[in-house]
């Protein structure tokens, strides 16, 4: 897993510095997702996986397929990764992206884990919390696990605070 993400960081940083330096930041998010759905259709995928395609009918394939929503710079980031092999890092790249992303924007995504669905103001307080607490805005998404009995699990890149009963019984 960490060698896809070595192999994935310098396309999504120069995808990024593209996108930041024509002030593109959101059209790159769009471009980036597309290019995620064309190469995870399952006959694209057998395709780049078979050494008999030739990669030249293979990349305009590929371009074909993604050209009414690309533009030049879409069309070479496609081009390169086709030419590398590297279509398989899609995921990664638009991961590494957005997280590229959302700290020039000063964002941060979060999740909220909790035993029981929260409610909407219960949401709303813990979002202004870690906005205090990060300096940051939080979009934040709630999921649920009966596993965790009582209290919350709260991931906010990097930071993981466990408010959870499990956890603190675990301690």
């Known amino acids: 897993m960490a060698e896809k993400q070595t192999l994935a ?7 990024f510095a593209l996108a930041k ?21 399952e006959r694209v995928r057998q395709l780049a ?3 008999r395609v030739n990669r030249a009918r293979f990349r305009e394939l590929v371009l074909d397929l993604c050209s ?3 533009d ?25 992206y957005e997280s590229l992303k959302a700290e020039a924007e000063a964002r941060v995504e979060a999740t ?5 669905p929260l409610e909407a103001a219960q949401l709303k307080t813990i979002g202004e ?6 300096g940051r ?12 009995m009582g209290g919350v699990v709260i991931h906010a890149g990097d930071l993981v605070i466990d408010g959870s009963v499990r956890g603190r019984l675990a301690e």
């Open 9 to 15: 960081r310098p396309y999504a940083e120069a995808a």
């Open 21 to 41: 330096e024509r002030n593109e930041l959101k059209k790159w998010s769009e471009t980036l997702a597309f290019i995620a759905v064309v190469a995870a259709d």
């Open 49 to 51: 996986g078979n050494p």
């Open 68 to 70: 009414k929503r690309d």
């Open 72 to 96: 030049e710079q879409g069309s070479n980031f496609i081009r390169l990764l086709v030419e590398n092999r590297r279509l398989d890092l899609r995921p990664d790249i638009q991961r590494q």
């Open 112 to 116: 909220v884990i909790s035993a029981l």
């Open 129 to 134: 919390a870690l906005k205090r607490k990060l």
């Open 137 to 148: 805005e939080v979009n934040l998404t709630a999921q649920t696990d009966k596993a965790l």
